[in-house]
């Protein structure tokens, strides 16, 4: 597989294709999954390329003005937060790095433990992933990591669009620690690049297991997201 070449500000547009289902005027309309939840009021993506922001169709131009005045020059999160709660409450702030896997050069041979889950195997999630179980058809490719006949560790895609997946990785409690989340994130990764996708990988800033993951596969870091989600 050859090494993807595009900017951060090109990855984090891909991300935010990804995450939302944005309208004919790049508005966030919905969150890009099943799931009916709200999307949030805003996402904003920071580069060393500069900002890539997107705002839910309902917010009013105004409270749009105030939070590109606001973030012009540095990024002011209390100030945001009190700009958008001009328009409604906020209840839930989100921030962390996000990364890209762009090429599996450098990443081991996947091991014997690893299994790529599909319908044909799907039971194998059952015991400890009942939900991923009933969803999987939602979440592929997906990739589990076996122990005594269960999957106990499990990588799979959060959210698809034509350019990318998310990631979304679960272990259960007992097996954490133990280096297995980094071996299902690496036959993920492989498997979207193999179907022609790029794999991100996003986590929040105090998640320091999921960032030590990032790390040890060698992800690129391409920036940061911050989401805002009001009433």
Known sequence: MNTITLSDHELMGIQARTLYVLDDREQIAAINEPMDMQPPAVFIGISKEGRFIRFRQDLPQSVR???????AETLDVVRLC???ATYR???DIWMGPAYAFLSDSALPETEPNIVMIDGSNRHLLKPNFPSLHEELFDHLPAAGYMVEGEVVSVCC???ISGKAAEASLKTM???RGQGLAPRVVQ???SEVARQGLI???STSWDNLSSQTVARKLGLHPYGMDLNIRTE
């Open 89 to 91: 409450k906020v209840t």
């Open 157 to 159: 895609s959060a959210r």
């Open 82 to 84: 009190q700009v958008i």
């Open 173 to 175: 409690e007992a097996y």
């Open 65 to 71: 003005d105030d939070i590109l005045a606001c973030t």
């Open 199 to 201: 794999p991100l990988y």
């Open 187 to 189: 036959a993920w990764c």
